[in-house]
């Protein structure tokens, strides 16, 4: 018989889990740097952030302190994984994920196992091939949920072009679509933000006081207090989409 038992739930500090996404140039990677730094006043502990953009990270080194790990291909998913468990052990206390994409789309991530377990080992069916990208993609955001340290993971945006007005003028604005990950990713996160190409940034998976369609301009410090305030006393998780089953 077990020694477990049940004990009253109290509303705690659990670390953040954030997405940021948008299409280039949106600001994702400054705006992730910006909340590691008000989260490092937070923990008391540094920086830690992957780069898979080759060493554009690093072009921010002037403004934020953080230590950095340029991560080239192949992006197989359990790279993301060991170097998530290194930065645990090294005693970072939040980490950048910059950008997350590439374990996903690029080179050796996992739409490249998925596509090569369909062709190898299941005759061309891609669905049968996730099979093998599945369990991968499990770890990865296991790893992610049970890390003691808050963790922001950038996205690409799939892009379109949207016509505008402004000033009376029209033309048109590069937007972000739709996020380049699998489709259920944000629903593991605490809060899900999709920038534009002004650097504001809109929530489109929440909790509490941050419920989608809140509009954070220009997020910085006070948008980050905000989402904290909102894990450590609100309660409800809310998205704009249902999860899929």
Do not use: C
Not at 171 to 193: C, H, I, P, S, W
């Amino acid at each position: 018989m077990t020694d477990s038992k049940f004990v009253k739930a109290v509303k705690g500090k659990k670390p953040l889990r954030l997405i940021i996404g948008g299409p280039s140039s949106s600001g994702k990677s400054y705006t992730a740097l910006d909340f590691s730094k008000y989260l490092a006043l937070r923990t008391g502990k540094p920086t830690a952030a992957i780069d898979t953009e080759h060493g554009r990270l690093s072009l921010y080194a002037d403004r934020y302190a953080f230590d950095v790990l340029e991560v080239e291909p192949p992006f197989h998913p359990n790279r993301m994984v060991e170097l998530i468990h290194l930065a645990e052990e090294s005693g970072y206390g939040q980490m950048v994920i910059d950008s997350s994409t590439h374990f996903y789309a690029g080179i050796g991530g996992l739409l490249e196992l998925v596509n090569d377990a369909a062709k190898t080992r299941f005759g061309g069916n891609q669905y049968a091939g996730w099979s093998v990208g599945t369990p991968i993609q499990n770890n990865m955001i296991d790893t992610i949920l049970r890390s003691p340290m808050h963790i922001i993971f950038t996205i690409r945006a799939k892009q379109d072009y949207l016509e505008v007005e402004k000033n009376g003028r029209k033309g048109y604005e590069k937007k972000g679509m739709e996020l380049v990950q699998r489709n259920d990713t944000e629903f593991d996160f605490d809060v899900a933000l999709m920038m534009d190409m002004d650097n504001n940034a809109l929530v489109s998976k929440g909790l509490g006081s941050v419920a989608p369609g809140t509009y954070f301009k220009h997020p910085s410090k006070e948008a980050l207090e905000t989402i904290m305030d909102a894990i450590e006393k609100d309660s409800t998780d809310v998205s704009d989409k249902e999860r899929p089953v």
